[in-house]
């Protein structure tokens, strides 16, 4: 993990927050003006989870905050747009204004210590003690969330990125046995060959750009292994190597498999291609579980899903974790959200409504689904590996230049060695 750059700036924020927490701490009542956390107190929660099944995820984390701290009104501070293409911007702008919400999702890993180094966070580590948290996440998330031994954030969820969801009937109108698993891309490009012939249904759909970075992760992860693809953020990988050249080679010829109105949609539109049989396959983070569950569907009759061809016992991990602002307003409310956040109740009902799978190690398996369990199974034995399009592997620059590079590519402003070229210049630019 990056050391953490301290500015004077955010000692005295951290100064002013832990005055703000030390009065919240005495339990007493009163309004947000003497930070108390009672009656009358307020929490500005700024999520990107603003419809579909994301909606339904926050809607459940609230109606466990509502029973846990009936006196502290929730504002919903979500702003649309999968992945947070649209919040984590104006969030910047917001920060950078001295206007920060109570409290804000932010990805475990590279992206929360973008926040850290900016001085924008308070350690949050007194919450780990007063909440009985020390032992409740993984040592290996928590780290995550740690710099310089202080703790910055309390995960709400683990996410993984690596999954093929699949419409059964379409596979089936294609020839191909709903159960098959595909060990390398290219036993993949027989099935999608299958689909389009058999079927004229768009054989992969795909979104916007942050969907199709969520694909290229994949295939550089399918192509280049574990150990290959964490090289590529700890910089023990070369960008500019052929293994490379190779998956993105891979993802062009994906790409020519998907639906020509991607950039105009984003993942619950993709994936919907699938709910509806209108397309066969669909990569996306295991938060599509929900919106299957949404409309109905059932596994396996009706849709199956498998790690990307390739990732089998590779678990591409990304956890969702809530902050403490710097200035937040309403450090009390903010605190009480927090203390949701971490509880195995609240961690229930917002996993089981969500997808993931809690960040708490004491959450029961049989309480949630299938897919769930099979979530949680893999998470416990498969090498783990951080997501690029979600905010764990690499700081929010490198990301978003490698975005800027695949858009360029996708939407035809170049070839594949302008491509790789651009993805080399990214990480000379930004690797640590
Ligand atoms: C991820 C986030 C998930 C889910 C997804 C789609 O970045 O961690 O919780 O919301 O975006 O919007």
């Known amino acids: 993990m990056r050391n953490a750059r301290k500015f004077t700036a955010m000692a005295a924020g951290l100064a002013v927050a832990s005055l703000a927490l030390a009065a919240c701490s005495s339990g007493d009542g009163g309004s947000s003006d003497d930070s108390s956390g009672g009656a009358g107190d307020k929490v500005e929660v700024f999520t990107w989870w603003a419809s579909g099944s994301e909606k339904l995820g926050l809607d459940a984390l609230v109606g466990v905050f509502d029973t846990q701290h009936p006196d502290v009104e929730f ?70 969330l740690t710099v310089d031994g202080k703790i910055y954030s309390i995960p709400s969820n683990i996410h ?28 993949w490009f027989v099935a999608l060959d299958a689909v389009k012939e058999k079927t004229g249904r768009t054989p992969l759909s795909v979104a916007t750009t942050w969907t199709q970075v969520n ?45 020509e109105d991607r950039d105009g949609l984003d993942w619950p539109d993709a994936t919907q291609q699938v709910i509806d049989g209108n397309a066969a396959f669909n990569v996306m983070g295991d938060w599509a579980v929900a919106a299957f569950e949404e409309a109905g569907k059932k596994a396996p009759a009706d849709y199956v899903y498998m790690p990307v061809p390739g990732t089998d016992g590779v678990f591409d991990f990304l956890a969702d ?11 009390a409310g903010a605190k009480a959200w927090l203390q949701t956040i971490g509880s195995l109740e609240g961690q229930v009902a917002f996993n089981k409504a969500k997808g993931s799978i809690p960040a708490r190690k004491d959450a029961k398996p049989e309480d949630f689904s299938e897919y769930q369990q099979s979530a949680m199974k893999s998470f416990g034995e498969d090498t783990i590996v951080s997501s690029l399009a979600h905010g764990a592997a690499a700081p929010a620059a490198w990301a978003n230049a490698i975005s800027d590079a695949t858009s360029k590519f996708t939407t035809g402003g170049g070839d594949l060695a302008g491509f790789q070229a651009d993805l080399v210049a990214a990480a000379e630019a930004n690797a640590g």
Request: no cysteine; charged share 20%; proline share 5%.
């Open 75 to 144: 504002i919903n501070g979500a702003v649309a747009g999968g992945a947070g293409s649209a919040a984590k911007d104006l969030l910047q702008t917001r920060l950078q204004a001295n206007d920060p919400p109570d409290t804000f999702q932010a990805h475990a890993g590279a992206e929360l210590t973008d926040y850290i180094n900016a001085g924008q966070v308070e350690d949050v580590s007194s919450l780990y003690d007063e909440f009985g948290l020390r032992d409740a996440f993984p040592a290996d998330l928590v780290d995550r």
């Open 160 to 187: 993984r990125a690596n999954v093929v969801w699949a419409n059964t009937q379409v596979l089936t109108d294609s020839g191909l046995d709903p159960a098959a698993k595909y060990d390398t891309i290219d036993d």
């Open 215 to 259: 694909l290229l992760e994949t295939i550089l992860l399918s192509d280049l292994g574990a150990d290959g693809y964490s090289g590529l953020w700890d910089g023990s990988t070369d960008w500019s190597g052929d293994d490379v050249t190779k998956a993105l080679s891979d993802f062009e010829k994906l790409m020519s498999y998907t639906n």
């Open 321 to 331: 974790s809530f902050t403490l602002p710097v200035n937040a307003p309403h450090p």
